[in-house]
């Protein structure tokens, strides 16, 4: 029996006449993720999307896996392919649904007809396909409202297609219609989900860590590049600029009041995340930020953070309780990574009383007790780049 995958797209279809360049980079994408898994033949029709395999050997498990990760699904569902007779089709509905019409208590029959040649109309459909489905399957009552399985049977110009649950696709738009952001990822919990969300949201994204050797170690960094490798399973494959902070680190810690270190060090990072996002054409950065978590995250440290960036900075996890992103983050398989006791190099130096309500003015004058350029110069001057992928 021939089965395919049928994608519908939600927020695509408002896009009016940009409707046609959102759908074509959908598609694009699709076909880039599945080039691995066998040949498919694509098509978009009637405000769906149909994924149809070309041979035999392709595992369609693992082709709805990874649709499911995909941005700018709403919904997808598999679907056999039958001939257009009723009769055809009711035999294929039994074959085809027989392990979840046996285990369902309550069914309903949907039926579409778009080739208005059949010479059933749809109400006839769901009588004929109802009828067949509850001789076969004595156990079954039928419950229009709420029922265990929604058999719908669409009938269309080549071909009908019936299927049974469907499935929840990762939602948003697709990667790349929203431009491209860099993420400035630790490897706490916050940040892969705070790229996750706007990646969500069709940005295409570039990684940036800070790393401070020795303090931190080879290991963390390894978190950090499997947590991007999460994040890609959706986003898609991205690189990760890493950025070594020690001497910067140091320098802050030896000469400037303790209590700014903090501050002082998000602005560098800030900074040099800035110049690094626009040699690689991003337009905004992506941080983890989540008001009021730590003293660096209140309003005023907040706006010190901001003025040393003239770029905008998205916080996607600005008004979310921890609560709430640690589900997402169990949700795209990041949490129990993200909790593997590595330091990062934010909790290297951090102080024992850091400022919540910093003055700008003081920040910037003990800034001058550094040779920031150069710093930040040679921080950018020896960057790594590490290609991540799913
Ligand atoms: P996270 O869970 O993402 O580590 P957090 O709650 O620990 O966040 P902070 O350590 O204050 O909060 O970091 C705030 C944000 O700054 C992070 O979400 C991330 O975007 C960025 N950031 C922190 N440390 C680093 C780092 N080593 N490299 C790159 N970005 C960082
Ligand atoms: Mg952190």
């Given at each position: 029996m021939k089965e395919i995958i049928l994608i519908k797209t939600g927020e695509i279809v408002l896009k009016g006449l940009n409707r046609r360049a959102f759908e074509d980079i959908l598609i694009k994408n699709i076909k880039y993720r599945l080039k691995d898994l066998g040949e498919f033949k694509i098509k978009n029709a009637q405000s769906t999307i149909s994924v149809e395999p070309v041979g035999n050997n392709i595992d369609l498990d693992e082709v709805s896996d990874k649709i499911g990760k995909i941005f700018g699904i709403t919904t997808y569902s598999r679907a056999c392919v039958a001939e257009k007779n009723i009769e055809n089709i009711k035999l294929c509905t039994i074959e085809y649904l027989q392990e979840a019409l046996g285990e369902a208590k309550t069914f309903k029959v949907n039926a579409k007809r778009s080739d208005k040649k059949f010479p059933l109309k749809s109400p006839e459909i769901c009588t004929e396909v109802g009828?067949?489905?509850?001789?076969?399957?004595?156990?079954?009552?039928?419950?229009?409202?709420?029922?265990?399985?929604t058999v719908t049977v669409e009938v269309r110009d080549f071909a009908a297609y019936i299927r049974g649950s469907v499935i929840r696709g990762a939602g948003g738009l697709p990667t790349s219609t929203g431009g491209k952001a860099a993420i400035l990822i630790s490897g706490g919990i916050d940040s892969p989900v705070a790229a996750w969300t706007m990646a969500k949201r069709g940005i295409e994204l570039i990684a940036i860590h800070f790393a401070s050797p020795p303090y931190?170690?080879?290991?963390?960094e390894e978190k950090v590049v499997s947590l991007l490798e999460k994040v890609s399973e959706y986003s898609g494959k991205m690189k990760m600029f890493t950025v070594p902070f020690t001497?910067?680190?140091?320098e802050i810690q030896s000469k400037c009041p303790e209590e700014l270190f903090t501050i002082i060090m998000r602005r560098f990072m800030?900074?040099?995340?800035?110049?690094?996002?626009?040699?690689?054409e991003c337009s905004a950065l992506i941080t983890g930020e989540s008001l009021g978590q730590v003293a660096s995250q209140t309003i005023g440290a907040i706006?010190?953070?901001?003025?040393?960036?003239?770029?905008?900075?998205?916080?996607?996890?600005?008004?979310?309780d921890k609560e709430e992103i640690i589900a997402i983050s169990r949700k795209i398989d990041t949490f129990d990574i993200s909790i593997q006791p590595y330091e990062d190099c934010c909790t290297v130096f951090t102080p024992k009383h850091p400022r919540t309500r910093p003055v700008?003015?003081?920040?910037?004058?003990?800034?001058?007790?550094?040779?920031?350029e150069s710093l930040i110069k040679e921080a950018i001057d020896n960057v790594k780049i590490t290609k991540i992928s799913y």
């Open positions: 009828g067949y489905i509850l001789e076969k399957f004595p156990h079954l009552t039928v419950d229009v409202h709420e029922p265990d399985i931190t170690s080879q290991r963390a001497r910067i680190q140091e800030m900074v040099i995340a800035e110049k690094i996002s626009k040699a690689n706006a010190c953070t901001d003025d040393a960036a003239n770029i905008p900075v998205f916080r996607p996890l600005i008004g979310m700008l003015k003081y920040v910037k004058q003990a800034e001058q007790l550094l040779d920031c």
